[in-house]
Each structure stands twice: as structure tokens, then as C-alpha cells.
């Protein structure tokens, strides 16, 4: 047994288990938080962390395309929705270089803006407005990618509120 998570991650490196990151054989925990702690690389609630699903994803194409998505730093956001917490917000932004953040293509958007997004960020208001009578935006999803200067920008856009781009955006890579 080992006596950490980062000793156990560290002899599955170094023995090939896991290769650019992605694990190459299935690999059992003893609890659900210790398996995302493993996975996440903090400690983490395991109860909340994981969401169930209905098929496990094939997965076999992953270390190929893994290459690819090394080049740019990939962001997700992942939350409740404020009218229905039983629907999720869903959004991905790549970031392509440091002043250039692109929310993609079908990423969803918040439907009710908080009481204060007009008044405190008027400007992010009025691009929101802006996208969606410009048809970028169409029943609160992205139909096209959309470039932004700032991940705070983009994701004030998406969840119609201010926003920390260090809370609210999930990264592929540590380094934000």
C-alpha cells in the first residue's frame, strides 16, 4: 500500500500507467475521495466531485488526441444553472495565446443575469446583448466560436454575473 496519493502516482509514471497524463489501465480506490484526490491532485470531496453517468465514454483515442491538446490550455465550466438546479451549464474556452481566450462553438450560456450584471459591468452587459441580437448567441448557446480578450470576460458572458476566472473555469493544465 502506498502511503500517499503522490507515491502512488508517481510509481504509475514511472512504470508507463500513466503516460501524458492519461491513465492507461483502470485503477481501484478505496473511496470515491480518495480516487478524485488522486485524479484532481487535492484533497477533494468525493461525494461531490463525481457525477454519475449513464455509459462510460471510449476513451482508447485519448492518448493520441492528447498531443493535440497540450498546444492549448483547455477550460471548462461546469455549474447549476439559477432557475434549475437539475441543469447545468455547460462551456469550453481554449485559450490560444495569453491576450486570446476562445469560447467554443454549442458551449452554454446562463439564462438569468444577476441583479447586478447590468449596473457593474455594463460593458460585458452590452457585448452579452450584442451577441446574442448578432446571432452568435441563439437559445443561450454559442453557434459559433467566439474570441475574447480575458478568461474573466468570457466567463461574465457565460454565467451572467462577475466572475473569477480562477473559480469558475476548470483547467486541463495547472497553470492558469
Known sequence: MFKSIKEKRDNLISNQKIINQILQEDQEFNS??????????????GITEWI???QIPDLSNLLLKSKDLNKNTLYKIYKNRRNDKDKKIIAFCKKVDEQKFV???????EMIKANHFKTKLPQIHNFRKEYIKDGFIVDYKFLKD???????????????????????????????
Open 52 to 54: 454519475a453517468c449513464k
Open 32 to 45: 470515491s475521495s480518495y480516487a478524485s484526490a488522486f485524479v484532481l491532485g487535492r484533497s477533494s470531496n
Open 146 to 176: 467566439v474570441e475574447f480578450k480575458s478568461l474573466s470576460s468570457a466567463s461574465a458572458i457565460v454565467l451572467g454575473r462577475s466572475s473569477n476566472n480562477n473559480i469558475d473555469w476548470k483547467s486541463n493544465n495547472k497553470k492558469q
Open 103 to 109: 469560447v467554443l462553438k454549442n458551449s452554454n450560456i
